[in-house]
């Protein structure tokens, strides 16, 4: 098996993870949701009674991060995203978080997605998508998964929320969201989950050469 280090980024909620993860499923790679890195550190944070952009009680915070705070339940939802976006600007948390993720690709390669994996945690990852959407289209597919899980939320709301991410995520001085120079840029306003699952698949067959891992 190939150990193909793949890296998926884009802005919120652009339908990165559920392409990740069925293309690691699809090539038998791991996967790894790093957002869930943020939001578990700015959940430690908040459990603390302390403010995730307070940058010593952040960094402290993803120092002390174990693997069973990724499994929490109350990752999700828009406490979450703002603590993470929040505690994802502090130059100490994205250190700190850098190794786990290094060592999660090191072994059999992985699909990673995430904000900066193509330009700061795996530069020379085998394949790089960037995925986007209209900021209409992520906050309706947000506000529905939202729906989904039971939380009553204003479309409205959650589109100013993800416009607002998106600014500070594009912002911030370090690791910035942006596009790497050699990423693959796919727009998925008008794909259905399938045909944008087949976009990937065919820029995958393109860009992943067999034996090249
Ligand atoms: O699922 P969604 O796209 O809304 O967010 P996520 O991927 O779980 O990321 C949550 C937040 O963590 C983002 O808004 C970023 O501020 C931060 N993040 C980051 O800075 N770098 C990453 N590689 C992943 C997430």
Do not use: C
């Not at 991060?65 to 703002?82: F, H, I, K, V, W």
């Not at 795996?122 to 899980?149: C, Y």
């Not at 479309?155 to 790497?180: C, F, K, M, S, Y």
Request: hydrophobic content about 50%.
């Amino acid at each position: 098996m190939a150990r193909w280090i793949i890296a998926i980024d884009g802005p919120a909620a652009a339908g990165k993870g559920t392409l990740a993860r069925r293309l690691a499923a699809h090539l038998g790679l791991p996967y790894l949701d790093t957002g869930l890195l943020y939001r578990a550190v700015g959940r430690l944070v908040l459990d603390r009674g302390e403010s995730p952009s307070d940058a010593e009680a952040a960094s402290r915070a993803a120092r002390e991060l174990r693997p069973t705070d990724l499994a929490r339940s109350d990752l999700r939802g828009p406490e979450a995203d703002a603590a993470a976006a929040a505690v994802a600007s502090v130059p100490g948390v994205r250190a700190a978080l850098l190794n786990f993720q290094h060592d999660f690709g090191a072994g059999q390669g992985a699909v990673l997605d995430g904000r900066d994996i193509g330009t700061v945690v795996f530069p020379a990852a085998d394949l790089k998508l960037f995925i986007v959407a209209s900021p209409e289209a992520r906050a309706h597919r947000r506000w529905l998964e939202l729906r989904d899980r039971g939380v009553a939320v204003d479309p409205a709301e959650v589109e100013r929320d993800i416009r607002a991410r998106d600014a500070q995520d594009a912002a911030r001085a370090i690791a910035p969201l942006r596009p790497a120079d050699d990423a693959v840029v796919i727009d998925t306003t008008a794909l259905d989950r399938d045909a944008a699952f087949a976009a990937v698949l065919e820029i995958a067959g393109e860009r992943l050469v067999p034996g090249s891992a």
